[in-house]
């Protein structure tokens, strides 16, 4: 079942704070499983807007981690620019604790949302993820081209890492390393996997491009 499929009846429900604390925990543990050969990784978690809304957000997540024995710069929380507005107050210092203690802060699918950027300035991010929906067609969308090289800027002024999410073709990624965007994601790199496949494409990958 796809997320979008469940996650909205979770967060109507107020099932989706156990169901965050379940998905923390399972993917800090799964760091410790993966051991030596990815130890250079991160894993990012995505975060709902009634977890931020939670005064006690950062709490959980800090004491997810001290349980796991995980370093917090190993744990990246994701959020929407929606999510951040639902209570900007109390995202901001959940946000802040967060990246007080060493995890890093990513906003997921930049450009959807309709943050002030006034706003995004004053928060402790470290990454813009580009939307993959101005990705897509980015050889053949002269405004999306336009908009992706802007968002590309704007992180870069603000000391942020930028990801263009949703790269299925060497063709966008060409033109996405010459915009100077920093990471990809997307099925031009891999499909979702099995956690446990992980350390054996990891060593195929880095020996094919090393």
């Not at 997810?64 to 190993?74: C, D, I, S, T």
């Not at 990246?76 to 999510?83: L, P, Y």
């Not at 580009?130 to 000391?159: E, M, Q, T, W, Y």
């Amino acid at each position: 079942m796809a997320p979008d499929a469940f996650l909205p009846a979770a967060e109507q429900t107020g099932l989706i704070d156990p169901l965050t604390r379940w998905i923390l925990g399972a993917a800090l543990a799964q760091i410790g499983d993966w051991g030596a050969a990815c130890d250079a990784l991160s894993v990012a978690v995505n975060v709902s807007a009634r977890n931020l809304a939670r005064a006690d957000f950062a709490d959980a997540v800090l004491t997810a981690l001290a349980e796991a024995g995980v370093p917090a710069a190993r744990l990246i929380v994701e959020i929407t620019e929606t999510a951040l507005m639902t209570d900007p107050a109390v995202a901001a210092d959940v946000l802040g604790r967060l990246a007080a203690a060493g995890v890093r802060v990513s906003i997921d699918d930049f450009g959807q949302g309709q943050t002030s950027l006034a706003y995004l300035a004053t928060l402790p991010l470290h990454e813009l993820k580009i939307d993959k929906s101005f990705v897509d067609d980015l050889p053949d969308n002269i405004a999306h081209a336009a908009i992706v090289r802007s968002v590309i800027d704007l992180g870069h002024n603000l000391g942020l890492q930028v990801v263009a999410e949703g790269v299925e073709t060497t063709e966008v990624a060409d033109l996405l390393t010459a915009a100077g965007c920093d990471i990809a994601q997307g099925y031009l790199l891999a499909r979702p996997m099995p956690a446990d496949d992980l350390p054996s494409w990891l060593n195929a990958r880095q020996a094919t491009v090393g």
